[in-house]
């Protein structure tokens, strides 16, 4: 049993109740080996001094923009050749600027990686980008829209090498 008072109100919730505001929360991050959101969820978690950090960091964010965007035409000069992978880059339209947080790529599903045969064997057990260490806990590492297998391979790989 939790319980807290906030607002002068009292709030008491079972561990259940606790778990599912916390994961509402906390972007309703799902214990797939991939992103899956199944309800949508918040960010509620930027204190006032994370706010100041964030204010401060605004100094240096063309910096920081500028070497993600040397990360992502490293990616599609590395993977430009490679038989059925497609970086995803900027449009060249102009109608936006990425700010090159994510770099992403699509595998064909013909492509076989190593390991493949083991894609999906395990859910997430802890949580990923701190997110107060609360997840739903799946009952299968697999869904009905889970990317392919050679996907979850190359994460599995990447993430077993420290990418």
């Known amino acids: 049993m939790i319980t807290t008072s906030g607002g002068g109100a009292l709030i008491t919730a079972n561990d259940n109740e606790w778990r599912e505001i916390m994961m509402y929360a906390t972007q309703y991050r799902e214990s797939y080996p991939y992103y899956q959101h199944e309800k949508i969820g918040y960010n509620y978690r930027m204190s006032n001094i994370?706010?100041?950090?964030?204010?401060g960091q605004m100094t240096v964010a063309?910096?920081?923009?500028?070497?993600?965007?040397?990360?992502?035409s490293l990616?599609?000069?590395?993977?430009?050749?490679v038989p059925g992978i497609t970086v995803h880059s900027q449009p060249a339209t102009?109608?936006?600027d990425s700010n090159y947080w994510l770099c992403t790529i699509t595998i064909d599903p013909s492509v076989k990686?190593?390991?493949?045969?083991?894609?999906?064997?395990?859910?997430?057990?802890?949580?990923?980008g701190g997110a107060a260490g609360v997840i739903h806990l799946a009952d299968s590492a697999t869904t009905d829209c889970q990317p392919n297998d050679n996907v979850e391979a190359l994460r599995?790989?990447?993430?077993?090498?420290g990418i």
């Open 156 to 161: 599995v790989f990447m993430d077993q090498a």
């Open 50 to 55: 994370c706010a100041g950090i964030g204010r």
């Open 113 to 128: 990686v190593k390991g493949q045969e083991d894609a999906y064997k395990t859910i997430v057990k802890g949580a990923v």
């Open 75 to 81: 990616y599609e000069d590395l993977l430009k050749d």
């Open 94 to 96: 102009g109608g936006y």
């Open 62 to 72: 063309g910096s920081h923009i500028a070497h993600h965007k040397h990360v992502q």
